[in-house]
Every structure is written in C-alpha cells, then in structure tokens.
C-alpha cells in the first residue's frame, strides 16, 4: 500500500490544491492544520516524506517547532521535509538543513511543485507508485461548427461549454446549454438558426 505523506498547513485552500495537484501521481495525502496535531501524528506515524508550511496560524515559528520535533526522533524514523515559505529567507534561520531537504517560496508553481515533490518522493518512499509511462497518442480530429444563419464558425458544443458547465451538468444538460448561446456575429443561437459542422 503506498504510502501517504504528511502535508502541514494552516491555509485551507492551499493545503486542497496541493492534494489536488499530487493525489493524481499516486501520492496519497494526509493534511494536518497545526503544530501541536502535526507533532503528535509524527510521533505517533511513520512518514516518507513531510511538507511544512514555516509560519502555521500566529506563531511565526510553529513550522520550526515541527522540525525540531522530526529532529528528535531516531534517526532511522526521520522523514524527509520540504518546507513552503511565503515569507523569504529571514524566517527559516535556525532551520537545521540536515533535516529539511529543501525549501519552497511561495507563490508556488504547482507545475515545479508537483514535479520536486514527486521526484523526493519517489526516492525516499520504499512503495512509491512508478512513475507513468508516456503511452503513444493517436491524432484527435476537432470538429468545426458554423452557425445555420450566417455561416460564422462558433464554437463546439463539446469544446466550448465543458470550460463553464463540464464540472456541474451532465452532457445532455450541456448541449442544451450550446444550444442557447448566442452567434458572436448574428446573435441568433443554435436552437433557432441551426447549423453544421464538419470534421
């Protein structure tokens, strides 16, 4: 069974759109908001690998009681950190290096991000899932649709409404949404003008 990692921050949203940008690698994560509840799973748990934000809630040194902590366990049991820092260099004095393997300023780029994270995770977790394998891709033909009234090209049902609606409505819902959106020339909509497409 893989492995889960111990993420540690206090900004909700954040911590959901890193699970979001690693779970799809295979990493399962377990998220934890505070100093004091991070330093009991660790106590308590065996992580690969731990991803600490340096400032948690008011304490601007919450995240370097954490390390301290991970210091403190044998060293056998020490997981590799990652640290996230929005607030520069000048908060991570008194980090100890051997114990952090590297340090993240924000804003994150989730794309480097993702890729840094799995990379270290691929290396210390002893079931790290393998790396994907690039499968060969077959050409996607796109087709084109022109409106039944003046012949303009318009967007795709299928290209178009997925951006807007995709998440929320299923796809019959969806191309009745198509259908009511206006010719960006006419200003007449597929339901009443029509149209066609071709590929």
């Not at 759109?17 to 509840?37: F, K, Q, R, Y």
């Not at 114990?99 to 300023?105: N, S």
């Amino acid at each position: 069974m893989t492995e889960p990692i111990l993420l540690v921050d206090n900004d909700l949203s954040l911590a959901q759109a890193i699970t979001n940008v690693l779970e799809p690698h295979g990493i399962p994560v377990e998220h934890c908001s505070s100093t004091h509840g991070a330093i009991e799973l660790l106590q308590a748990k065996s992580y690969p690998l731990v991803i600490i934000d340096v400032v948690l809630g008011d304490d601007s040194a919450s995240g370097i009681y954490i390390i301290d902590a991970i210091r403190r366990l044998p060293r056998a049991e020490r997981p590799t950190v990652l640290m996230i820092s929005g607030s520069g260099v000048e908060k991570l004095r008194g980090v100890d290096r051997k114990v952090v393997a590297a340090v993240l300023l924000k804003p994150l780029d989730f794309e480097l991000f993702a890729k840094q994270v799995v990379a270290t995770y691929r290396h210390v977790a002893p079931e790290a899932p393998p790396a994907p394998v690039e499968s060969a891709r077959l050409p996607v033909r796109v087709a084109r649709t022109f409106c039944g009234s003046c012949g303009t090209e318009i967007p795709p049902w299928a290209a178009e409404v997925p951006a807007v609606a995709a998440e929320v409505l299923d796809r019959e819902e969806t191309f009745r949404v198509w259908l009511e959106m206006p010719c960006r020339s006419c200003g007449r909509a597929p339901r009443e003008a029509g149209g066609r497409s071709e590929l």
